[in-house]
């Protein structure tokens, strides 16, 4: 009896271990490469560490990252068991960003202190986005429902320094955001022209291949 529930506890040991490590003969579905710092995100896929942190890097900072292979909003990311034994520097670097990710959509109290621990990464990363004239989400929603919320602050407080006219002080932070989105892409749209400009005055610049 005792033997019989030895091999019960070691057959679910080695299946805890195969899941805590991505499959022997698969590859990152990203860079479809071996997998390094290898991590899986909360709908059972495998992926490399800093290829579905790049991901979210090139997505809306303020959410999740979707999976690339089931489209479902990646929460937490769990590293391979055998990454925690490990003391290479580049490794815990990653191990850390993959902390952070999982800090930042835990959801609840710990979620909203990370969130603001982090807001300036945040703030950065979304007035990127905004003035990427190749993004459709331009951040609109959330920068009025931000300026309803400064307007509504404002208004508890005593002070009265913004003229507003027959407006009201609501209406002004509202138009003020919407027009804080429209010149953040207009600049978005000129440094891409720029860019587009200067690309091909090197292309032409350069003599021509006998």
Known sequence: M????????EGKSETVKENDAPPVDDCCPICFGDFTVPCKADCGH????????????????SKPCKCPMCCRYVNRLTPAASLHH???????EVLKSIVRYNLLFVGGARGLVQKVR????????????????????AYLHEMRLFAMILSTLYAATPFNFIPTGSLGIVRV??????????????????????L?????????AQPLDE
Do not use: H
Not at 2 to 9: G, I, P, Q, S, T
Not at 121 to 131: A, F, P, Q, S, V
């Open 2 to 9: 005792e033997n019989l529930r030895d091999r019960v506890e």
């Open 173 to 194: 932070f509202d138009y003020a955001a919407i027009a804080m989105v429209i010149i953040l892409r207009l600049i978005g749209i000129y440094r891409r022209r720029r």
């Open 196 to 204: 587009t400009q200067r690309v091909r005055q090197l292309a032409a």
């Open 46 to 61: 495998w992926y490399c560490a800093n290829c579905i942190l790049q991901v979210w890097n090139y997505s809306s900072a």
């Open 86 to 92: 490990q003391q290479e520097q580049e490794v815990t």
């Open 118 to 137: 982090e807001l300036p990464l945040l703030i950065k990363r979304m007035l990127g986005e905004m003035m990427d004239p190749d993004r459709n989400d």
